[in-house]
T-cell receptor, first 111, second 116 residues
């Protein structure tokens, strides 16, 4: 089963930029890379999705190198409310809907 | 609110009882997923539907688990003869499979099951 690898935890301070990298060596040609944020006792929330190069939206940027075997979620100027678990959604089987979450990265933002 | 909804939000039951959870996806979404999440772990895929067809089931889904999506809209997940190991958050997600783009899933708030 295709699997992603992320750091288990990261610490940061308010106002800093945070970069979380995910490895997905088994990514298939038609797979997109999706990141989610999850707070305790809530369902995951979609943050950003991309296929290659760079994608930016109002909350984050996603950098994907040419080989697509990894991706980096960038959160600019984090605040205390960004403390959460961040998941890189792994590749799925081609032609199937199965989506594989890893164990995520717990980001703790300190004042 | 046009997001994914789940009912109930919390369920406490005794071992051996049957429980049923409901998920109402975003109305135009044709794919619906069920996941299970235990404390400290990422969501684990259980099954998914495209319209009313159940296309994939995880090995995690034992014979005690059954899911339906009878008219391609809401879905139910039933657990028969619950065991303490079934205690978890059960998450539902929906997506709209399109010709281009990734399969972006939108999650509901989850149903927290506690089996005593």
């Amino acid at each position: 089963l295709a699997k992603t690898t992320q750091p288990i935890s990261m610490d940061s301070y308010e106002g800093q930029e945070v970069n979380i990298t995910c490895s997905h060596n088994n990514i298939a040609t038609n797979d997109y890379i999706t990141w989610y944020q999850q707070f305790p006792s809530q369902g995951p929330r979609f943050i950003i999705q991309g296929y290659k190069t760079k994608v930016t939206n109002e909350v984050a940027s996603l950098f994907i190198p040419a080989d697509r075997k990894s991706s980096t979620l960038s959160l600019p100027r984090v605040s205390l409310s960004d403390t959460a678990v961040y998941y890189c959604l792994g590749p799925r089987y081609t032609n199937a809907g199965k989506s594989t979450f890893g164990d995520g990265t717990t980001l703790t933002v300190k004042p | 609110d046009t997001g994914v909804s789940q009912d109930p939000r919390h369920k406490i039951t005794k071992r051996g009882q049957n429980v049923t959870f409901r998920c109402d996806p975003i109305s135009e979404h044709n794919r619906l997923y069920w996941y299970r999440q235990t404390l400290g772990q990422g969501p684990e895929f259980l099954t998914y539907f495209q319209n009313e067809a159940q296309l994939e089931k995880s090995r995690l889904l034992s014979d005690r688990f059954s899911a339906e999506r009878p008219k391609g809209s809401f879905s139910t997940l039933e657990i028969q003869r619950t065991e303490q190991g079934d205690s978890a958050m059960y998450l539902c997600a929906s997506s709209q499979l399109a010709g281009v783009g990734g399969d972006t899933q939108y999650f509901g708030p989850g149903t927290r099951l506690t089996v005593l």
